[in-house]
């Protein structure tokens, strides 16, 4: 008895901060335009636009297939790594102030990059990386890829 009622508040709390959590990003939703509410479609017209904010997006796309462990990224010196599982897309906005490097952990194997070189990257404000099992794949469109780095195998 006790235990059922434990059971159907817990499942009242998760209704109660669903909904919450809903309204929140509904208010998000309405607040920001609905063209720019993502984060990336906000450098979409920086033509029309008089502001010139140097804001760097980056984009890091674990592509792998589902089995596979999960990837540690370190980005630019930050002492914590972040996780990227198979499938996520995990997205940094930066300031255009210079080089920014990265490193990667998959198993025993690992990458190091510059994330962000500003003499590579023709002025471009949004860099996409794919990663996947032979390594780490550059683009500025989300659609061609390049190829720039493969995995260092077992002595990171
Ligand atoms: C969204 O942006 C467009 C173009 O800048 C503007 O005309 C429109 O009023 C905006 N809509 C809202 C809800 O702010
Ligand atoms: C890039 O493309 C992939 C696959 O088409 C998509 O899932 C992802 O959301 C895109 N990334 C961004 C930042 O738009």
Known sequence: MCRSIYASLIVLLTMCLMNVLSFASADFESLSN??????????????????????????????????NKNVIFFYNNLIK???????????????MNGIKAGAMYWDRNCISFLAYDPSAEAGHQKIFWNIKEDGLYHSWDNNSWQKKKSWTFNHC
């Open 34 to 67: 609905s063209t720019n509410s993502l984060p990336f479609n906000h450098f979409e017209e920086p033509k029309s636009s008089h502001i010139d904010i140097n804001i760097l997006a980056l984009s890091f796309h674990n592509v792998m297939a589902r089995n």
């Open 81 to 95: 790594g972040v996780y990227l599982t198979p499938g996520q897309t995990y997205v940094i906005l930066d300031k």
